[in-house]
């Protein structure tokens, strides 16, 4: 069976891969106009200016729109059915994704739910996918953890 | 087309056969569909002087396999409405004086993938990085989505989208 494809990165979106690695959704910001976009260029879509910065995203998004896909692309045949979302990132652009931590049911699948960013490891890449906002987390437990490593990276 | 232009479609014809067609690789179904088309306009190859295709195989392969030696080609390759833009390009090409006779061809081994590509974007493009791997394979993941949205946005219904379905089938 084919293998599930995967992003081989070129040196534009290796920060976006690298940033996915380390568990950030990092997008770009044009300088010039202030329009953040997605996906990874070294060129704002907006005004053409080369003068554009990485940044790290929330991770929040709502649920732009979905299918319910039911015919396999090669390497998916064991996740049919499966959800192909197009979500809409709390800083403003748009990305493909995939839902994950939800059926794919239209039932379950409103437009305009929260999600939230979470990565899946893919061959050599982490993949952003995402899934439910969790309920408000204790203080303690992965949150928490989470600040205290990205702390220490500091 | 042709009292605007002063160009006409002299021909038009399809394989032998239709359907499932595992005995022709994709450039013979090119050529089967272009020789019937050619026949069918009542010229030879030695008329033939343009030539249009998608970028697979492309006009280079099919003008050699054709044996013909073209002064004009056009490998547009942008989906389902290439074909359309050919027939576009043939009348600009056949006006300016580049070409007097275009053939356009096309075949696909959709089933039997005879002599066939893969339908999967380069690995580093940016459909490979940021669309493939999520599942995405051709148009009913890809064109639905947005079709969604509009739904939600301006109220169209399932029962709307399907009058456009059975008025086409007409």
Known sequence: ?154 | MSADTGVVIAGAAETDELGRLPGHSTLQLHIEGALNAVADAGLSLRDIDGIATVSAPGPVQVAHALGITPSWIDGTGVGGTSFLLHVRHAVAAIRAGYARTVLITHGESGRSRVGAGGYRPGASSPPGQFEAPYGTFGPTTTFTIPALRYMKDYGLTHEQLAYVAVAQRR
């Open chain 1, 1 to 154: 069976m084919t293998a599930k494809p995967v992003p081989v990165p070129t040196p534009e979106t290796q920060p976006f891969w690298d940033g996915c690695a380390a568990g950030e959704l990092r997008l770009q910001r044009c300088a010039d106009c202030g329009r953040p976009y997605f996906y990874p260029r070294p060129v704002c879509p907006a005004c053409g200016s080369r003068d554009v910065s990485w940044f790290t995203a929330s991770g929040r998004a709502t649920l732009y729109s979905y299918v319910i896909n039911h015919r396999a692309a090669p390497g998916f045949e064991d996740d049919t059915p499966y959800a192909i979302a197009v979500v809409q990132l709390e800083e403003g652009p748009r990305m493909m994704t995939s839902i994950v931590g939800l059926p794919p049911t239209p039932e379950a699948l409103e437009l305009d739910m929260p999600l939230q960013v979470s990565f899946e490891r893919r061959g050599d890449v982490s993949l952003p996918v995402f899934g439910p906002v969790p309920a408000a987390a204790p203080a303690s437990g992965a949150a928490a953890s989470g600040a205290a490593a990205s702390g220490a990276a500091r």
